[in-house]
């Protein structure tokens, strides 16, 4: 490929990453166009109710993952929707790990909660959900909070300026306990379960399901009396919902969804690596096809994903300086210097790539482990198939000798004119390590071998030659 193919490749590519970053950000905009939204103006994602008698609405928004911009948006935009529907009251059902919002954006999404026009509620759930960092101030924020059983609310980060709804703000926003009529810094506590965090005062109550919390917030005055008892067949008496009562469980939309999950910590990584391996993939091969669409939609999500996050810029650089060593040594097929560097780089970015958030060994596992197979294996293979007839340029180094670095039975690596290259051995003449060797033919960038001496013998050419004879006759008059 000449130096124009490639100027025409990368002009292309380009364009189709900036056509696709203008496709997808007029996409994604109306996920923030909607914060001042009114609800007049506001095209609500929970149902409307129609009729004489309207039920009383009670909205459960899930709130699952980084609390990211986009979340923080759809919080505030349920908050004024509910409103305008009449609803009696809100619970943000939380299991998150933490925020993305800077201080700022974090305290306007609190006063949002706890200013509400209507009772806001937030249920740590179900079992095993937990509400760390941001998402601990939003528990504290709300006028009614409970945490399942198995659930936890800790790690607090520094606010400055936290205004609490249990109380007045602390200004630091360190590990709370609760002393009279508001929350006050001091406890060296971390991390706080379902018994612990109603003592410390960051919750009311435990209730390991999402009924038992509304009848919760209910017995409290938070939200109208809204249980009956109902005497069923067995003569038991059990509570349930009145009849007027109608709860709606919203989540992010489709869209939304798909940049609020780009934006975790392990989707963000994978889809970096993905985009990246796609990339070098389209690299060797002729024109811009499926690899690249598909490397710039997972480049373009994981630029999203990776710039709501914390990260260090210097590992991204790292990992991306990673593939392009890899490059350097993909066409000739044989892990070298360049690869061994690619390796250490990409390593190294993905241990520091984040910052305060943090992620699982298991996507970073994966991701290294593919990323090794795919360039080790799969790359050269593939690279191989596609220059399997392009020998042009090579044919000097049929006749050549050298040696065998490692033993070669059928495949293995061999050293000519102080370059390894994969080889395969001629008519399945075996060679060991260190034994000299000639080259005989090329496959691609793949070198046929064969002893210098005692190579077996190819008896299709030996059917060949006497063909050959016969058709040239005898020769003189």
Not at 16 to 39: N, R, Y
Not at 103 to 126: C, I, K, S, T
């Amino acid at each position: 490929m000449n130096a124009r193919q490639h100027r025409r490749r990368f002009a292309r590519l380009g364009a189709l990453i900036l056509l696709l970053s203008a496709v997808m950000g007029l996409a994604a905009a109306p996920a923030s166009a909607h914060d001042e939204s009114t609800p007049d103006s506001h095209e609500s994602d929970t149902p409307h109710i129609v009729g004489e008698e309207r039920p009383r609405l009670i909205v459960v928004v899930e709130v699952s993952g980084l609390i990211d911009p986009i979340m923080a948006s759809y919080i505030k935009r349920q908050l004024v929707s509910a409103s305008g529907l009449h609803a009696i009251g809100v619970v943000l059902q939380i299991d998150s790990a933490g925020s993305t919002l800077d201080d700022d954006e974090l305290v306007e999404l609190a006063d949002n909660v706890r200013l509400a026009h209507l009772p806001v509620g937030v249920w740590v759930g179900p079992s095993g959900a937990q509400a760390l960092g941001g998402a601990a101030h939003l528990v504290t924020s709300a006028d009614f909070a409970a945490i399942a059983p198995g659930g936890r609310i800790g790690d607090f980060t520094a606010v400055e300026g936290f205004v609490h709804a249990h109380g007045t703000g602390t200004g630091t926003g360190d590990v709370h306990s609760h002393d009279g009529d508001g929350l006050h810094s001091g406890s060296s506590v971390r991390f706080y379960d379902a018994d612990t965090a109603m003592g410390a005062g960051l919750t009311h109550s435990t209730a390991p399901v999402i009924g038992e919390f509304l009848f919760a917030m209910s017995d409290e005055g938070h939200l109208p009396p809204i249980g009956q008892n109902v005497t069923g067949d067995d003569g038991v008496v059990r509570r349930t919902p009145a009849d007027d009562v109608v709860v709606s469980f919203v989540k992010l939309p489709l869209l939304d969804g798909l940049f609020h999950t780009a934006a975790s910590p392990a989707v963000a990584y994978l889809l970096l690596l993905a985009g990246l391996s796609l990339l070098l993939l389209d690299f060797y091969t002729g024109g811009i096809g499926i690899a690249a669409l598909v490397a710039v939609a997972c480049g373009l999500l994981a630029a999203f994903g990776l710039g709501t996050l914390d990260i260090r810029p210097w590992a991204l650089a790292l990992i991306i300086a990673g593939f392009v060593a890899f490059a350097v040594d993909i066409q000739t097929g044989v892990p070298r210097f360049w690869t061994l560097v690619g390796g250490v780089a990409v390593l190294a970015g993905s241990l520091t790539l984040f910052g305060q958030h943090s992620m699982s060994w298991i996507p970073l596992l994966v991701g290294l482990v593919g990323v090794a197979v795919y360039v080790l294996s799969g790359l050269p293979s593939l690279v191989r198939t596609r220059y399997g007839t392009a020998t042009v340029g090579r044919e000097w180094l049929i006749g050549v000798e050298g040696h065998a670095v490692t033993d070669i039975d059928p495949d293995g690596t061999v050293e000519v004119h102080g370059a390894r290259w994969r080889a395969r051995v001629n008519r399945l003449t075996p060679l060991q390590a260190g034994e000299p060797l000639r080259v005989s033919g090329l496959i691609g960038v793949v070198l046929e071998v064969e002893p210098l001496e005692g190579a077996a013998v190819d008896y299709r050419e030996m059917r060949r030659r006497p063909s050959e004879e016969r058709g040239r006759g005898p020769s003189g008059p």
